[in-house]
Each structure stands twice: as structure tokens, then as C-alpha cells.
């Protein structure tokens, strides 16, 4: 139900853009979330975004280079991603709560999308 895509390579310093739509249902009143995973490492909050796209909450690492934004009439949600290092390599996923307001735990997430591998070179 959810579809993450927009990873690939990209070399540090450089910006990607991820997208994740939903289809089969409409997540227009659910909080969404990206988390991330690195190899090893357990999966990591990025940031999130309440309901109406005017709350956010980003991860200390990513803050000031990462924004997530939100298309309700398109039933998708983005992760701009600028100034990228080698520590953002990792599989980016996308996540829809089952309420409307912000959180950093995945655990509060009930949806999930399958992933998208970013990998910044040096």
C-alpha cells in the first residue's frame, strides 16, 4: 500500500528527492514517516509529518538538509534530501501511523513501504 521510490546513487554533497504514494487507500488524515536503516544499524527515525502538512519532526542528523512535505491530493508524501554524506547511505522507508499528529517511534507506525536504497559516494 505503500510504494517508497527516488533512491539511487548520488555523490556526497549532491540531493535526492524520495517519494512515497499510497495506493489502495487513502492515508490523507494519517501521519507519515520516513525511517531509515543502515547496514548493521537499526532502523533510525528521519522525520515526519502530522495529517494536515503543518507539523514536522526531524532526526538530529538530518535537520536543516532533510524536508518532508506532503500531497494529500496525490495521496504522497516526499523526502527532500540536500547535502548528503556517506552517513545518509542506507534504505529509506516510508511509514503511515494510524493517527494524525507527529512521532519518532516506529512502533506508533502500521504501514510500511518496502524501501529505497540511497547510497552517497565520497
Known amino acids: 500500500q505503500l510504494q517508497a521510490s527516488g533512491g539511487g546513487l548520488v555523490q556526497a554533497g549532491g540531493s535526492l528527492r524520495l517519494s512515497c504514494a499510497a495506493s489502495?487507500?487513502?492515508?490523507?488524515?494519517?501521519?507519515m514517516a520516513w525511517f531509515r536503516q543502515a547496514p548493521g544499524k537499526e532502523r533510525a527515525f528521519v522525520a515526519a509529518?502530522?495529517?494536515?502538512?503543518?507539523?514536522?519532526n526531524y532526526g538530529d542528523s538530518v535537520k536543516g538538509r532533510f524536508a518532508i512535505s506532503r500531497d494529500n491530493a496525490k495521496n504522497t508524501v516526499y523526502l527532500q534530501m540536500n547535502s548528503l554524506t556517506t552517513e545518509d547511505t542506507a534504505v529509506y522507508y516510508c511509514?503511515?501511523?494510524?493517527?494524525?499528529?507527529?512521532?519518532?517511534?516506529?512502533?506508533?507506525?502500521?504501514?510500511w513501504g518496502q524501501g529505497t536504497l540511497v547510497t552517497v559516494s565520497s
Open positions: 509529518i502530522n495529517w494536515r502538512g503543518d507539523s514536522t
Open positions: 511509514a503511515a501511523g494510524l493517527f494524525t499528529g507527529i512521532s519518532s517511534s516506529p512502533r506508533l507506525y502500521r504501514y
Open positions: 489502495g487507500r487513502t492515508f490523507s488524515n494519517n501521519a
